[in-house]
Nanobody, 115 residues
Framework: QVHLVESGGGVVQPGGSLRLSCATS????????MAWYRQAPGKKREVVSLLFRGGGTSYPDSVRGRFTISRDNAKNTIYLQMNSLKPEDTAVYFC?????????WGQGTQVIISS
């Protein structure tokens, strides 16, 4: 059975940093594409980072150079390091795993960027 549990959200001032974690069970990283998405109030859910099975990554322009996705195979955990945070980064952040063409989602963690 697959479970994804995000943590690490909170309230941060503009310019600050946060590291989100996604603890997984039932996911085999070598068979999965991992991703972080976010959804701001009234907006569509959007992808903010991708980590492919081979280790390659991809980011949209809005976060490239500020966000970094990584994984710890020993801990079965995915991370999203977020630096130079902006008010427009405020959203609920979700972890997603795509394994054998099936998507699995976590419950999300709230990130608020405010002074």
């Amino acid at each position: 059975q697959v479970h994804l549990v995000e943590s690490g959200g909170g309230v941060v001032q503009p310019g600050g940093s946060l590291r989100l974690s996604c603890a997984t069970s039932g996911i085999i990283f070598s068979r999965s594409t991992m991703a972080w998405y976010r959804q701001a109030p009234g907006k569509k859910r959007e992808v903010v980072s991708l980590l492919f099975r081979g280790g390659g990554t991809s980011y949209p322009d809005s976060v490239r150079g500020r966000f970094t996705i990584s994984r710890d195979n020993a801990k079965n955990t995915i991370y999203l390091q977020m630096n130079s945070l902006k008010p427009e980064d405020t959203a609920v952040y979700f972890c997603k795993a795509t394994q054998d063409s099936t998507d699995f989602w976590g419950q999300g963690t709230q990130v608020i960027i405010s002074s």
